[in-house]
Antibody, heavy 124, light 108 residues
Framework: EVQLVESGGGLVQPGGSLRLSCAAS????????MHWVRQAPGKGLVWVSR????????SYADSVKGRFTISRDNAKNTLYLQMNSLRAEDTAVYYC?????????????????WGQGTLVTVSS | EIVLTQSPATLSLSPGERATLSCGAS???????LAWYQQKPGLAPRLLIY???SRATGIPDRFSGSGSGTDFTLTISRLEPEDFAVYYC?????????FGQGTKLEIK
């Protein structure tokens, strides 16, 4: 059974940093692209970032480019999101999600499995 | 970036009825790269449909997707009590992938 479990969320002051983790199990983590998607309270879904199977290719939404860094440790079956220079508008539940693509060069772009999410609150 | 507009914002129906949800794109979605997700309160989204009309693993056949270009539809043929939720469409034909604002399907 595919499982994705996020952790690392919490309350942080504007300008602060936080690192989210997503522990994966039930599939060959090192073969899949992965995404981070966020959802502000009471709002819709917004794609944040994606990474290929070995971590050599990444992309970001314009709203987080230069502030957030996605990475992965395939030996630990874990996906990360390092978030720096946090702003109030980054407040959201952050989901990690698996892309069904096992193609090294291209993701599918959608997500077939999602974690339960971790809440990040940016406030003074 | 492609903007997706879902309609209606809220749909009030009774169990057993047919639901038709729409997703319109500001530009043509290449290769019909469009997905539909269901989200219940406090839970993660669940993939229903990908590539506009392919059902995801384990999804009942009362859910179907159709459309191409700029107009897409999710149809639930006969509503079950567990189908009342928020539904999102997502295009992934152009980067960045974008989501619609959602349609809330509520019990009438």
């Amino acid at each position: 059974e595919v499982q994705l479990v996020e952790s690392g969320g919490g309350l942080v002051q504007p300008g602060g940093s936080l690192r989210l983790s997503c522990a994966a199990s039930g599939f060959t983590f090192s073969s899949y692209w992965m995404h981070w998607v966020r959802q502000a309270p009471g709002k819709g879904l917004v794609w944040v970032s994606r990474i290929n199977s070995d971590g050599s290719s990444t992309s970001y939404a314009d709203s987080v480019k230069g502030r957030f860094t996605i990475s992965r440790d395939n030996a630990k079956n874990t996906l990360y999101l390092q978030m720096n220079s946090l702003r109030a508008e980054d407040t959201a539940v952050y989901y990690c999600a698996r892309d069904p693509s096992q193609n090294y060069y291209d993701s599918s772009g959608y997500s077939d499995y999602w974690g339960q999410g971790t809440l990040v609150t940016v406030s003074s | 970036e492609i903007v997706l507009t879902q309609s209606p914002a809220t749909l009030s129906l009774s169990p057993g009825e047919r639901a038709t949800l729409s997703c319109g794109a500001s530009q043509s979605v290449s290769s019909s790269y469009l997905a539909w997700y269901q989200q219940k309160p406090g839970l993660a989204p669940r993939l229903l449909i990908y590539d506009a009309s392919s059902r995801a693993t384990g999804i009942p056949d009362r859910f179907s997707g159709s459309g191409s270009g700029t107009d897409f539809t999710l149809t639930i043929s006969r509503l079950e009590p567990e189908d009342f939720a928020v539904y999102y469409c997502q295009q992934y034909g152009s980067s960045p992938g974008t989501f619609g604002q959602g349609t809330k399907l509520e019990i009438k």
